[in-house]
């Protein structure tokens, strides 16, 4: 189960990186990325998924997910995003109302965005 959810977690960075643009152990990174070729920005990457899903393991073995605290403007979206982690977690089928709480949470960050508080 460990180098099938590395290999998943890794996948996910993967996919962050590539279609959101989101590279979480990016912020951690000291070297420029501008002077990088293509290959040695697709290298660095793959260093930061292995990175990332390495203690992304850890922190789920542990239990210990530090993910800061809630903004004021989404904080409705940050509770139903955890909850919906926490369906997730049990695996006792919680896939629908998963997907309903982070539906809500889109809803949520959308307004939030437009100032419909």
Same mark, same amino acid.
């Given at each position: 189960?460990?180098?099938f959810?590395?290999?998943?977690?890794?996948?996910?960075?993967m996919?962050?990186?590539?279609?959101?643009?989101?590279?979480?152990?990016?912020f951690?990174?000291e070297?420029?990325?501008?002077?990088?070729?293509?290959?040695?920005?697709?290298?660095?990457?793959l260093?930061?998924?292995?990175?990332y899903?390495?203690?992304?393991?850890?922190?789920?073995?542990?239990?210990?997910?530090?993910?800061? *605290?809630?903004? &004021?403007a989404?904080?409705? $979206?940050?509770?139903?995003?955890?909850? #919906?982690? /926490?369906?997730?977690? *049990?695996?006792? &089928?919680?896939e629908e109302p $998963?997907?309903?709480?982070?539906?809500? #949470?889109? /809803?949520?960050?959308?307004?939030?965005?437009?100032?419909?508080l």
């Amino acid at each position: 189960m460990t180098e099938f959810s590395l290999r998943r977690f890794q996948e996910a960075y993967m996919n962050m990186a590539e279609k959101v643009k989101y590279r979480p152990r990016a912020f951690f990174e000291e070297n420029s990325e501008i002077d990088l070729s293509e290959e040695e920005l697709h290298q660095l990457i793959l260093k930061e998924a292995h990175e990332y899903a390495v203690r992304f393991l850890q922190e789920e073995d542990e239990r210990t997910f530090d993910i800061g *605290c809630s903004n &004021g403007a989404t904080n409705r $979206a940050f509770v139903y995003i955890i909850e #919906a982690a /926490r369906v997730l977690c *049990c695996g006792l &089928g919680g896939e629908e109302p $998963a997907i309903k709480l982070l539906k809500m #949470a889109i /809803r949520d960050i959308e307004s939030a965005k437009i100032g419909k508080l």
